[in-house]
C-alpha cells in the first residue's frame, strides 16, 4: 500500500500548496500553467506514451480538446474553493464527484446499479449536503461562494472522470490522452497569462514558476503512484480505488482542521463519516 499512501499525500499537498498561495503572494494563474508544463515533460520521460495513436483519422480530438480546457479551469475552481471553503471541505467534495461519475456510468456507460453502489450513491449524497453545510456563523455571501465553488469542484472532477472514459472507450491510451492534454493546457494558459501581460500588465514571476513546477510535480505523482497502486494490486483494484478517496478524505480533513484551523460542525463532521462509509461501500462492490 505505500503507493497508495504516496499517491493520497501528493493530492492533499495539492491542496496545501492551493492553500497557501495567497498568503504567500503566489499567482494561481502562472502556477498553473507552469504546473501543465512540468507534468506533460514528466509524462513525456515516465510514462513514454505512443504518439502514434493519435495521429488516426478517427483520433478522438474533441474530448481531448474538452479535457484540456477542462483541467486548467478546475485547477483554478480548485484553488478559489480551498481559499473560500477550505481543504476539508474541498477535498471531501472532489473525491464525492465519484457519485456523479457513477451515475453517469449508470445511465451512458452500461453499469450495472448493484445493491452496494445504489446504496453508497444514496449515503454520498446526504454527505454532499452535510458537506456543504455551512461550518459557523460565515457571512451569507461568502457562504453562498462556497457553495457555489464546492458544487462547481465536485461537477468538475466528475465531467473530468466522464471525458476520460470516453477516451478510454475510444481505445486512446490513458498517457497518450493526458500528455496531449497537458500540452494543450500548457498552451491555452500560456495565452491567457500573455494577455493578461499585455493587457493588465500582470509580471512574469520566477516565485510563481518555481511554486508552479512543484505543483506539477505533486500533481503528477498523485497520478503515477496511483497507476503503480493498481499495477502493484492488480487483483484488488476496489481496494486501492477505496484506500485512495478514503485516504484523501480523511488526510484532507485532519491537515485542514488541525494544520490551517479550518472550523467544522458537528454536521460536517458527520458528513466526512457518511462520505467514507458511502466511498467504502462504492469502492467494495461488485463490478
Known amino acids: 500500500m505505500p503507493y497508495v499512501l504516496l499517491a493520497v499525500a501528493c493530492s492533499v499537498l495539492v491542496s496545501v500548496l492551493l492553500k497557501l498561495a495567497p ?35 478517427d483520433a478522438p480530438w474533441a474530448p481531448l ?19 473560500v471553503a477550505g481543504i476539508v471541505r474541498t477535498d471531501v467534495a472532489q473525491r464525492l464527484s465519484l457519485l456523479l461519475s457513477l451515475a453517469a456510468a449508470f445511465l451512458f456507460f452500461g453499469e450495472r446499479a448493484g445493491a452496494l453502489k445504489l446504496a453508497g450513491l444514496g449515503l454520498g449524497l446526504v454527505a454532499v449536503a452535510g458537506i456543504l453545510a455551512r461550518p459557523g456563523p460565515a457571512a451569507a455571501q461568502a ?52 494577455w493578461r501581460r499585455l493587457r493588465h500588465k500582470v509580471a512574469l514571476s520566477p516565485h510563481n514558476a518555481a511554486a508552479g513546477v512543484l505543483l506539477g510535480l505533486l500533481n503528477f505523482g498523485n497520478i503515477v503512484f496511483y497507476v503503480q497502486a493498481h499495477q502493484a494490486l492488480p487483483d484488488s483494484p476496489a481496494v486501492v480505488f477505496a484506500s485512495m478517496n478514503i485516504g ?9 482542521i ?15 463519516g457518511l462520505a467514507v462509509l458511502a466511498i467504502a461501500l462504492i469502492g467494495l462492490a461488485p463490478r
Open 258 to 272: 488541525h494544520g490551517f484551523g479550518e472550523r467544522t460542525s458537528r454536521l460536517n463532521r458527520a458528513a466526512i
Open 143 to 194: 457562504d453562498g461562494r462556497a457553495w457555489s465553488l464546492l458544487l462547481a469542484v465536485w461537477a468538475g472532477f466528475a465531467l473530468v472522470d466522464v471525458t476520460l472514459k470516453q477516451l478510454a472507450q475510444s481505445g486512446t491510451p490513458a498517457s497518450a490522452a493526458l500528455l496531449v492534454a497537458f500540452v494543450l493546457a500548457f498552451a491555452g494558459m500560456s495565452a491567457v497569462q500573455l
Open 23 to 57: 498568503r504567500r503572494g503566489w499567482d494561481l494563474g502562472q502556477m498553473v500553467t507552469w504546473n501543465y508544463l512540468a507534468a506533460a515533460l514528466l509524462c513525456a520521460w515516465l510514462l513514454r506514451p505512443p504518439p502514434a495513436v493519435l495521429h488516426q483519422a
Open 65 to 83: 480538446l474538452v479535457l484540456a480546457v477542462l483541467l486548467p479551469g478546475l485547477f483554478l475552481v480548485l484553488g478559489a474553493s480551498v481559499r
Open 248 to 256: 484523501v478524505v480523511v488526510l484532507g480533513a485532519l491537515v485542514g
